[in-house]
């Protein structure tokens, strides 16, 4: 069967799809030769995510999956959440994000924080959601240089090393990503 992933993403399509072959068939909007950007414009992870996956349902008549990412800062309301990307201004720049939360987050004992993903499926146009959190540290300066975004600053409950000191695999065992696809892949797996 055909799965279609609201992604623009190969890394992420790649990751994915190996872990649904070969029952499903997974393809970015790219291949399905749609290089729209949907617009994000929800107030909540979920929002987000049920925007991506409804447009695509709606616009291609192909079963459906997105993801939508934040991280929430407990000291700062659960900011930058939905907002994560685009923390410091529209360029993107993780390292400006970084630098944002470090700044904000001067002086402050409390530094819990957690990733958390959303993810949602219209599966023959019924819908299911799926959410993974990982609980962490904000470090107070930067350590490691893999992974992407805020892994620098990052360190997981239960861990020393920070997101960006960990390989890849390590990563996507405990990660928000890595156990919302988890609950994805279980769902689909016994339909
Ligand atoms: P997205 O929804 O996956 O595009 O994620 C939104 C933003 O959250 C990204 O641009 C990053 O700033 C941040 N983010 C998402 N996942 C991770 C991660 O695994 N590590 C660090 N930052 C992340």
New binding site residues.
Partial sequence: MKLVFATH?PG?LQEVRELLAPDYEVIGLDELGDHDEIE?TAMT?EG?AWIKARTVWQKHGLSCFS?????EIAALDNA?GVF????AGPS?D?DA?MDKVLLKLEGSSNRKAR?R?AVALVFNGNEHLFEGTVNGEISTSRSGSK?????PI?TPHGYTES?AEMDAKT?NEI???GLAIKKLVAFLKAH
């Fill in positions: 993403n992420k994000e992870l987000n993801d939508d990412t934040g991280l930058p994560s990307a685009r923390y993107k993780a994000n990733f993903t992974g992407f975004g805020y892994d990052f997101f990563k990660s928000h990503r």
